[in-house]
């Protein structure tokens, strides 16, 4: 069905894999359509409760957009601004879709993410590097600027950290991504496929009704009010209490027993 990922989906878990490995895993326009496509296939799954993101090999995670495509485009004399599409430009598309999943996304990094790369793996709720895989922005090493991505990088590493990133384009640890707030957890290689499937066990295990409105609640009260965002939450809890999975959780909880959730 794709040229270029793989999906694949069992025990309520989605696997979505970059699968251009040649390219490290580079992003093409196509790459990013098939992306999309998978991302929505996964959220109109009621089997899929968890996605996880990760790279084919373990040289890249990715490697962010494939220059040689950029370059061919210039050379067109083509640029998203010039045909004013850039609301309909693969690159908007891909890094907005994140917080309207509707499900939990875990980014397994088994290979570097550098550039846009570090961005996709930002844009996910939770990121589990090897710890020997290695993060940057290395665009301003030929005259860019990582300006898609600092959007997403932004919101999760403070202004000092992000502009060393910027400005020096030289690569940090995994160890370092965690400690800026880049990355959820860093283990070694041998424990990697280990951890992210515990990890979206786990998470795959609780309400899917409550994951899927709690992370809604999560972007939707970014950048209120404050008066605004307890509103709008005390208005979601009200509205969970009242569901099948929480009366379900509240009554296993009672009864000693794991809750048998249902998504309703």
């Given at each position: 069905?794709?040229?270029?990922?793989?999906?694949?989906?069992?025990?309520?878990?989605?696997r979505i894999t970059l699968?251009?490995?040649?390219?490290?895993?580079?992003?093409?326009?196509?790459?990013?359509?098939?992306?999309?496509?998978?991302?929505?296939?996964?959220g109109a799954d009621d089997g899929v409760r968890v996605i996880v993101l990760t790279g084919a090999g373990d040289r890249a995670f990715c490697?962010?957009?494939?220059?040689?495509?950029?370059?061919?485009?210039?050379?067109?004399?083509?640029?998203?601004?010039?045909?004013?599409?850039?609301?309909?430009?693969?690159?908007?598309?891909?890094?907005t879709a994140f917080p309207k999943l509707g499900k939990p996304i875990i980014a397994r990094l088994a290979g570097h993410a550098v550039a846009g790369g570090l961005g996709l793996a930002a844009a996910c709720?939770?990121?589990?590097?090897?710890?020997?895989?290695?993060?940057?922005?290395?665009?301003?090493?030929?005259?860019?600027?990582?300006?898609?991505?600092?959007?997403?990088?932004?919101?999760?590493?403070?202004?000092?950290?992000?502009?060393?990133?910027?400005?020096?384009?030289?690569?940090?640890?995994?160890a370092e991504g965690?400690?800026?707030?880049?990355?959820?957890?860093?283990?070694?290689?041998a424990e990697l496929d280990a951890r992210v499937d515990e990890l979206a066990r786990t998470i795959a295990s609780k309400s899917p009704l409550g994951l899927r409105r709690g992370r809604d609640a999560f972007f939707a009260i970014e950048g209120r009010p404050l008066e605004d965002?307890?509103?709008?939450?005390?208005?979601?809890l009200v509205a969970l209490a009242a569901t099948e999975d929480a009366k379900e959780g509240i009554t296993a909880f009672l009864e000693n027993?794991?809750?048998?959730?249902?998504?309703?």
């Open positions: 069905m794709y040229e270029t990922i793989l999906y694949e989906a069992a025990e309520r878990v989605a699968n251009r490995p040649d390219a490290r895993n580079a992003l093409s326009d196509r790459m990013i359509d098939e992306l999309l496509d998978a991302f929505g296939r996964a490697a962010g957009a494939d220059l040689g495509g950029l370059g061919r485009a210039q050379a067109d004399g083509r640029s998203v601004a010039d045909a004013g599409a850039i609301r309909a430009s693969a690159p908007f598309r891909l890094f709720d939770l990121v589990v590097a090897a710890d020997d895989v290695k993060l940057g922005t290395p665009e301003v090493n030929v005259g860019l600027w990582p300006m898609m991505i600092m959007a997403i990088i932004n919101r999760n590493v403070a202004p000092k950290h992000a502009f060393k990133l910027y400005y020096t384009g030289q690569r940090i640890t995994a965690r400690d800026i707030g880049l990355v959820t957890e860093v283990v070694p290689r965002q307890v509103e709008h939450l005390l208005s979601e027993r794991p809750p048998d959730f249902q998504g309703r």
